[in-house]
């Protein structure tokens, strides 16, 4: 039935023959995705550091919120980094449809206007920490989140086979660490500086997206566009299928419970490194986040070689199963090492290990196998955009949570919803042999 409900969409929407690419046009193709997916990471972690240099004074942390060099509000704390998940969420929806109208290519260049349009704005932001200032900040930065939701299922959708995209998907794990980077060589070359310090880090998200934006300039034609006749029919029609509403239930689900544990811990790295002591500088925090977001990059990378191997559904079961035992381990252990700081800062590293190895890549890559080329990028968009309510859901929850019942119960909460998305992996998502 869905292989049957492929050939109607191409019926529905148009031809889905490739248009002739342009020689030498793979490299290009992979180093704009590339680009694409750095973009992604750096531009949501880049806000949780240029907060923590916000919070501080002659770049030490200050135990007077309001003696910080940007003192800010109190819904700012709980919803400022929330924010561009909403605006991810309207991003995947609308440009994953918006794609496979007008062609991924053309959708995933103007998504990359949006994100440097919005990381240049921040550049401009008023001088002083008014309520101005914060208002514009989060319209800039759910600006910049439409921008980087539309270019989850687009940079999967353009990427290629299941190998290419998890491939393109490592790309991320160094966007990751990136901003930590900047802060570092910026707090060195720039002391005090912090209006100086946070804009540069914010700005600089723009530059990634430019490159991209200038490599997809040159790049090929989609191999497939729709003719927008029928889309609405066409989604009524393949949706009615009961394999594709399992499929997008896992896809989806999956995606959702592993960003509410995968966010609700990455975002707030320099609040979780908090509880080794207030008193630390600006740069040794940027140093131990350094630290435990590098143990993304081997992970992930692991995640692509053992994709070809295990494929996309047991990469996903195993990291759930990893990540909840991680989870359960440092809940349990906090109050006994409470004061064992190595011990703790190890288990930290472990856990962001087990973020980014499988699931995180997995995710990204199952609504590539398991949904028709026809509808692949609204049908990623969903997924992800499902992802990032959870991300939503987790960033927002983190700062409740944690001030009613500290941060052993978040990664109670977060080993609960790791073995979930196990469950889920298990009972929804295809075999290998009928993706």
């Not at 790309?171 to 540069?200: D, E, N």
Request: proline share 5%; with cysteine; charged share 10%.
């Amino acid at each position: 039935q869905v292989h049957f409900l492929a050939g109607r969409m191409a019926t529905w929407y148009g031809s889905a023959e490739g248009s002739k690419p342009l020689p030498n046009s793979g490299w290009l193709r992979a180093f704009a995705v590339g680009c694409s997916n750095f973009s992604i990471q750096y531009n949501y972690q880049c806000a949780s550091i240029a907060m923590a240099i916000m919070a501080t004074h002659g770049d030490v942390y200050v135990s007077d919120p309001a003696a910080a060099d940007f003192p800010a509000a109190p819904w700012v704390h709980k919803t400022l980094l929330a924010v561009v998940f909403a605006g991810s969420v309207a991003g995947m929806l609308f440009m994953g449809l918006l794609g496979d109208f007008i062609g991924h290519r053309r959708a995933l260049l103007l998504t990359k206007a949006l994100v440097v349009l919005g990381a240049f704005l921040c550049i401009l932001l008023p001088a002083e920490a008014s309520h101005d200032f914060w208002t514009h900040l989060a319209l800039w930065r759910f600006i910049i989140g439409v921008g980087l939701g539309g270019a989850y299922p687009l940079t999967a959708a353009v990427a290629g086979g299941s190998d290419q995209v998890g491939q393109a998907f490592f790309w991320q794990t160094p966007g990751l660490v990136a901003p930590y980077v900047v802060a570092l060589i910026l707090v060195a070359l720039l002391p005090g500086a912090t209006g100086t310090q946070f804009r540069w880090i914010l700005g600089l998200g723009a530059l990634p997206s430019v490159v991209a934006l200038l490599a997809s300039l040159q790049g090929p034609e989609d191999s497939f566009r729709g003719n927008g006749d029928s889309i609405v029919e066409g989604f009524r029609q393949a949706l009615s299928c009961r394999q594709l509403q399992r499929r997008l239930i896992g896809t989806a689900g999956s995606w959702f419970l592993f960003d509410v544990a995968a966010y609700g811990t990455v975002v707030f790295t320099p609040h979780i490194l908090s509880v080794f002591g207030r008193e630390q500088s600006l740069r040794q925090l940027i140093l131990l986040s350094i630290l435990l977001l590098s143990c993304s990059i081997p992970a992930t990378w692991l995640s692509v070689v053992a994709l070809p191997r295990l494929g996309a559904k047991k990469l996903n079961l195993y990291g759930f199963v990893l990540q909840a035992a991680l989870f359960a381990a440092f809940a349990s252990s906090y109050s006994i090492l409470n004061e064992s700081r190595k011990v703790l800062i190890s288990l930290l590293c472990a856990i962001y290990f087990g973020l980014n190895w499988g699931v995180c890549v997995s995710t990204y890559v199952l609504p590539i196998e398991v949904f028709p080329e026809e509808f692949r990028g609204t049908l990623h968009g969903v997924s992800a955009a499902s992802g990032k309510l959870g991300a939503l859901v987790g960033a927002g929850l983190f700062p409740f949570l944690n001030a009613a019942a500290g941060v052993p119960a978040v990664m109670g909460l977060q080993a609960i919803v790791c073995g979930l998305g196990a469950c889920l992996s298990y009972f929804c998502l295809p075999p290998e042999d009928c993706s």
